[in-house]
């Protein structure tokens, strides 16, 4: 491996959204939810650059007219079926050896996060890397749309399943402080990325509905990072204010 491994975060990007159309220039305390995102993004230390991956002009320009250092938007297909063919087709012709899958709905995220992703990548010889966090909320366990994640004592992943899992015999599926809630974040060796997306999607992926199986299915050495906060997500309206009130209550402009 190279000494100084190049870092490239890329946040994808897209205008549709069932529940939120025009997600990404949603404005959130007078800026938009994009400029938020990669606001946050660039904070971190070790990314050599920041790619808003889109397909939407307007978004592009959006994009440019706020000249964060190091952010620059990239032009992609529309009838892209994930955000990780999003990316992968943004840094194609990128100088790069590890991509870090950054959410574009997450105006809160933390640049620390992206930065101990990087760390876990450049340190080891993970083909990938991603993050949980503790479930404490029953609900949470019980929720198909919180994704659970099993891993190995040295990080390596073993399954993600909507189902709560593991399950606990003689408690009734209880909280066991067993249970990790999987956060969407994904560090990827860049030729590992670039195979991934050529792949079929599994059978596992196709039940579950999980990007995130195709990897283990071809036997990915995915490193989970253990973390303590399950960020925001904006979905919805209401997710915006929320977001507000935290920006309101920390002073962040």
Known sequence: MKNKQRIIGVIPSRWASTRLPGKPLAMIAGKTMIQRVAERVA????????????????????????????????????????????????????????????????????????DHLA?????????????????????????????????????????????????VRDAHGTLSGAHWRHIGIYAYRRDYLLH??????????????LEQLRALHIGCKMNVLKVADIGIGVDTPEDIKKVEKILNEQGAS
């Not at 890397?129 to 198909?144: F, N, Q, V, W, Y």
């Not at 991934?196 to 509905?209: D, F, G, R």
Request: proline share 7%; glycine share 4%; charged share 25%.
């Open 196 to 209: 991934l997306v050529t792949e079929p999607p599994c059978a596992l992926e196709k039940l579950e509905k």
């Open 119 to 167: 760390e876990v990548m450049r340190s080891g010889d993970w083909d990938m890397a991603t993050a949980a966090a503790p479930i404490e909320h029953e609900d949470d366990l019980k929720s198909p749309d919180v994704v659970k994640a099993v891993f190995a004592d040295n990080g390596q992943a073993l399954y993600f399943s909507r189902a709560p899992i593991p399950h």
């Open 43 to 114: 904070q971190a230390k070790t990314l050599d650059a920041v790619f808003v991956a889109t397909d939407d002009q307007r978004i592009a320009d959006t994009v440019a007219s706020f000249s964060i250092p190091g952010v620059k938007a990239v032009m992609t297909r529309e009838d892209h079926p994930s955000g990780t063919d999003r990316i992968a087709e943004a840094i194609t012709n990128a100088d790069c050896d590890i991509v870090i899958n950054i959410q574009g709905d997450e105006p809160l995220i933390d640049p620390a996060l992206i």
